[in-house]
């Protein structure tokens, strides 16, 4: 049951993504493109996203616990540090330059596009990278 109720969540979310366009490079570059073709959709995307999940939360946070897990499984830390920033600044740099992020660019794999491909590798080598660097800091932090 746990399976399919996350394989329908991506449907759906892949699906939201496709009809609003968002797997569309060109048309998130034109969002950024402010003094040429600009094209405003992309924000009210981003807002219908923030409202349906606001008014989500409220509405799961008041169950006891989650239907399919033990506990809920949300951010504790509240500190804006660089490493925050950090990863802000290279997805939001990502984003500009590929007009992909990787929410919209999985259910563009299915277009048999090669720069979706090359795109998905690149996010997939930067998750390794990063992983690879935080678990070396973590080292040398507990061997020191």
Known sequence: ??????YLTGLIFGAGISVSGMANPAK????????????PSLAFVMGGAVIVTFLGYRFVLKRPMPVMADRFHLPTSRVIDVRLLGGSAVFGAGWGIAGFCPGGALPALGTGNTSVFIFVGALIAGILLARGITAARSSRAATA
């Open 1 to 6: 049951m746990r399976i399919l109720t996350l």
């Open 28 to 39: 998130v570059l034109n969002f950024f493109d402010i003094a040429g073709t600009w094209d």
